[in-house]
């Protein structure tokens, strides 16, 4: 019983280790990356032209949705008769922003730079690489942390239930071996 409950021991321990290295990565990435405020110029759904690569969906480009059967057909006369297309549509946002007084623009998927709704006009605040100014993020939110103690709780849980089989199984085993 002993070798189970430090099995789940160490399971527990590499899971929260996983958890804090995430939130870890989280930190130094907002640290090291420039915080701008950034101005919502466009939200709303687009349209994602994908293939699939051997085991991910990659995305060719992004129209509107209006125009995506369009676009889907012209992909797929273009690219390989084996690779399979699809169209998706994504929440996407535009937003400019200033890095070293240029001003710049960027259209990305909604999530990247909010956890939330947007809506045109809206100030939010955004990090950006000081290495390459296109690349944008949004910054740690409470979501973050919500989710990380999520896991957590989840592998506690995991923890707990994986301890109380193997007493229970200890158990039977020891019940049989008096009955025997």
């Not at 699939?52 to 969906?57: A, E, V």
Request: net charge positive; proline share 4%.
């Amino acid at each position: 019983m002993l070798a189970f409950f430090l099995i789940g021991l160490a399971i527990f321990v590499v899971l929260v280790g996983a958890i804090g290295f995430v939130l870890l990565q989280r930190h130094l990435h907002a640290r090291n990356w420039t915080p701008q405020r950034a101005t919502v110029e466009f939200t709303g759904p687009l349209c994602q032209i994908q293939y699939k690569d051997t085991r991910y969906w990659l995305t060719v480009k992004v129209v509107d949705c209006a125009d995506a059967d369009q676009a889907l057909e012209m992909e797929k006369r273009q690219g390989s008769s084996l690779t399979r297309w699809r169209s998706e549509k994504t929440e996407y946002a535009e937003v400019s922003y200033a890095v070293d007084g240029q001003p710049r623009r960027q259209r990305v998927i909604q999530w990247l730079v909010s956890t939330r709704p947007l809506t045109l006009g809206e100030d939010i605040g955004i990090l950006v690489d000081p290495d390459n100014p296109a690349h944008i993020d949004r910054p740690n939110t409470s979501d973050d942390f919500i989710f990380a103690g999520r896991l957590l709780f989840v592998a506690l849980i995991a923890w707990f239930a994986l301890v109380f089989l193997v007493w229970l199984l200890v158990r039977r085993v020891q019940r049989k071996r008096r009955h025997a």
